[in-house]
Every structure is written in C-alpha cells, then in structure tokens.
C-alpha cells in the first residue's frame, strides 16, 4: 500500500510510534509531485524549502515526545485563491501573477496550528470562475485517470492533487459546486460545509455569499478529521456562524438504520448518463441493505437554479473584482494615458476571457433599470430553492443524488461553450444557493472515469452527511481504487 493511500490515523500512529517521520512524509510528497506532476499539472507554486524546514522542525518535536493532533506531518496543498504569508497566491490569475500576501487566511492559519506541512499552492480555474480547470491562466490542470480529461473545476488541481497521491489532503473553495464536482471526476471525496461553518477571511473572494471552503481527502473518515481543524467562529469574518462544533469523527459508526433519504426526480432525470443513475440506484440499494429507506422527492425550482446562480454569483464578482485595478496590489499595465486608461488597460490585460465574461454579465444585472428584472428576481428565485430543500428536510434526514451529470469529459470539448459549462453544475449549484451541507463520495466508474454520489445534509449537520458517507463507503470499495499514473 502506497503510503499516501493509508488512512489518516494509520499514518499518524506511525508517526507517534517512531515508524515514519515528517521528513519521510515530506519526501514522499515531493518524489510523487516530481513523478506525476509533469502529465497531472496540479501544482502552481512549490514549497520546498518552507516544507522541509517545517518538516525538521516537527521532527525534533516528535522526539521530544508528548500528544500530537491527527494532522500533525500531514502533507497538504491549498488552492490558489487562499492567502498565504510569504508564498505567491495567484488565483491563477495574470493579474496576480506577482501577489506575496503579507498574511495567512483564517483556514491556513488553523492548519499550521493543527502542524500540517504546506506542499505548495494548487491549480484553479481563475477566480475559481470555471468547471474544467481549462481557465486557468498558466496552464490547464489533467485528470489523474485520464489525462486527455479535465479534473473538474475550479479546484480541479486540488482534487488531482489527492487523487494522484501528491498530497494527503488538501482544502478546496466551492462556490456552485467547486469542490464537489472535482471530487467526483477525480474519484476522491469533497465536502462543502454549510455556509458560515469555515471562516472565508484570506479567501479570495469571487461570490461573497457563496464561497465555503471544505477539504478534499482519499477517505470520509479524513474529511472529518481534516473539517474539525478547520471549523468553527471567526470574528474576523462577519459572515462566520457561531455555532458549536460538534466531534465529527464520533458520528461515523457505520449505522443509517432508520434514516430516511430523499431522492430528487430533478436530479435523475434528462441529461444525465445512464450509467451514472445507474450508479447512484445502486448506492440506494446500498443504503436499503443497511437499514436506511429512501423516497423519490421533488425540488421544483431547480430547473432555474443555474440561471439564477449565474446571475447572482456573477454580480457578486463583479462588485468584488473592481477591487483589482492595478493601484494597490497585481499587475499594472505598462505606460497608460491616464488613470481611467491604467484601470482599463490593467484589467483587459490581467483577466481572461471567462473572468471578463461574468464581470460583464453582473455588472449588467447590477446596472439602473434591469436590477429588478434580473438580481432581484434571481434573489427571489433562491428563496424559493431553499424552501424547496426546507420542505423535504421537514420528512427526510438527507437528500441524495449524483454530484455530475456525467463523468468527466475531454480537455476542449467544452471549453468553448460556456452555457453547456455551466450545465455540469446543475446538481451542485441549488445546494450552494440553499446554504447547505454537501459531500461526494466515489460511487463506480463509467469507461474508466469515476462517478461522484452527492449527499446532502441540513444546515451545521454535517455528522449525519459524513455518517451516511462513511457509512456507504465503507461497504463499497470504489474510494480504494487509484489512478495508474
């Protein structure tokens, strides 16, 4: 068994029982990256020397003995939209190209202290605005299963990253379904957590009211591991909850006898691949065996979900990307005329076209004389998908469905065409409209490429999402199948 294909508390006991150290965790790491990362292109920016340096710090540590956290020498990488002191953050953006942020963010800063070991920064789609990874700005991130495909987006290089056994885990922002959908195509699990549970502060943002960060990991047992070190109140982010967290390991016991499941007709229906409703029937059977009962349910807003959500998201960024104008941190166009031809040259030249595209678009939505007819009918429509998920939570524990339509699909199949992009969304964004917790876990294959379960909880109860996920996983073995890289 690799050693990155271990179960996060079987690295950790060989950790405290002087079987591994952080230094052999660390190399592992940075061989696999030197062996893979040329097909998989994951990664953006490096950190070795900080790496190796934290990695001889924690040994000494190790030798002295007493109590470590379960993250302690862990291997992680982060998207590329989260700040991080001293190491570039790019947003794998041109106009950020040069950023060194002079601080951590708030999820970072938990990681340090729970002693894991940054690797490097990971690929994204830029501003995290995209489903393929094919909009970064330096390079598109590859499946690790099949390299002629995309990873999903826009955390795709975080997911690939896990999926290619580069890192152990690492943290992801989903803002329509960034997380979740890479997870799925890379056939590892991603968890968005209820919106307000993960501080958003040193987020880049790019939809204020949507942005959560959830980590990526091999297994459903990690993801709980890796949500309880970075939950919980954060003053410095106004939209963090102050709510308790609960010891989210506790609840994975294996038992969902009794839970009742509700499975949308929206979410089974036109447009997506047989195979992949066959997968997700499957896992129904799966919960049947185990004592749980499921009901074929209706939310009845979802066919305007993505329409609603492109209008949203993109005013969001809008208003939050004119803070990138070449004054105060970025890139800065060379000679302009005067300051307006600065502000104009600089973001025609940092932003790509998909940036620019929804910064048209929400700023249109936003303009006099049409913000009723578009963001404020959008706002409406999302009070109406959360009622949808309010009412089917009123009978049932959980909501079940695939987290894509369809598997993967091949680099520049899609690219240039935008509406049938953002389609691959359509399971994941009203989940993100509702505020609500979600996780995919590996559910089968279909020729070769994996197929994502997508479990939908309550607001701030992920221990019954990560109950049910682990629970399921547990009797399958997809999540222990890796790509041959």
Not at 307 to 315: D, H, K, P, Q, V
Request: aromatic fraction near 10%; glycine fraction near 10%.
């Amino acid at each position: 068994m690799a050693l990155f294909d271990m179960r996060l508390q079987e690295v950790h006991n060989k950790l405290v029982g002087k079987e591994l150290t952080v230094a052999d965790l660390v190399d592992a790491s940075f061989n696999r990256i030197g062996q893979t990362d040329e097909a998989v292109r994951a990664f953006l920016t490096l950190n070795e020397e900080g790496a190796r340096a934290s990695a001889a710090e924690l040994d000494k540590q190790l030798a002295e003995g007493g109590e470590r956290g379960l993250l302690f020498g862990l291997p992680a990488g982060l998207k590329d939209n989260m700040v991080t002191e001293g190491l570039l953050t790019t947003c794998a953006s041109q106009f950020l190209r040069n950023y060194d942020p002079i601080y951590d963010g708030t999820a970072v800063k938990k990681l340090k202290a729970a002693q894991s070991v940054l690797i490097g920064k990971l690929n994204m789609d830029e501003f995290a605005m995209g489903g393929s990874n094919e909009n970064s700005s330096f390079y598109p991130t590859r499946n690790p299963w099949n390299t002629d495909y995309v990873p999903g987006g826009s955390s795709g290089g975080s997911a690939a990253a896990v999926a290619a056994g580069q890192v152990y885990f690492s943290l992801g922002s989903d803002t329509g379904g960034s997380i979740r959908q890479p997870a799925a195509y890379c056939g590892v699990v991603g968890l968005k957590p209820t919106y307000g549970l993960v501080s958003r502060f040193g987020l880049v943002a790019f939809a204020s009211s949507l942005d959560q960060i959830g980590p990526i990991t091999k297994n459903v047992e990690d993801s709980a591991y890796v949500l309880q070190a970075i939950a919980g109140y954060d003053s410095m982010d106004s939209t963090s909850a102050n709510v308790e967290i609960p010891d989210y390991a506790s609840a994975l016991t294996g038992d969902v006898k009794g839970l009742r499941i509700g499975v949308p007709k929206e979410y089974l229906g036109q447009g997506v691949d047989p195979k992949v409703k066959e997968a997700v029937l499957a896992a129904l059977k799966v919960y049947e065996s185990l004592g749980a009962t499921w009901e074929e349910v209706s939310l009845p807003h979802t066919e305007y979900a993505v329409a609603a959500y492109y209008i949203l998201a993109s005013s969001e960024a809008s208003s939050n990307l004119a803070r990138f104008d070449g004054v105060r941190y970025g890139v800065r166009a060379d000679n302009p005329d005067n300051l307006i031809d600065m502000y104009r040259k600089s973001r025609s030249q940092g932003f790509g076209a998909e940036v620019k595209r929804r910064i048209m678009l929400g700023t249109y939505a936003l303009s006099s004389g049409y913000y009723d007819a578009y963001y404020l009918k959008a706002q409406k429509v999302r009070t109406l998908i959360k009622q949808d998920f309010d009412h089917v939570f009123e009978k049932f524990d959980l909501i079940i469905g695939p987290t894509a339509p369809t598997p993967a699909f091949r680099i520049d199949e899609q690219v240039g065409d935008p509406l049938t992009m953002y389609l691959n969304d359509i399971v994941t964004i009203p989940v993100s409209l509702a505020g609500v917790p979600a996780i995919s876990v590996p559910c089968g294959f279909a020729d070769g490429l994996p197929i994502g379960l997508q479990i939908i909880g309550k607001a701030f109860d992920e221990r019954t999402v990560l109950r049910a996920a682990h629970a399921y996983e547990q009797h399958t073995d997809h999540h222990q199948q890796r790509p041959q890289l």
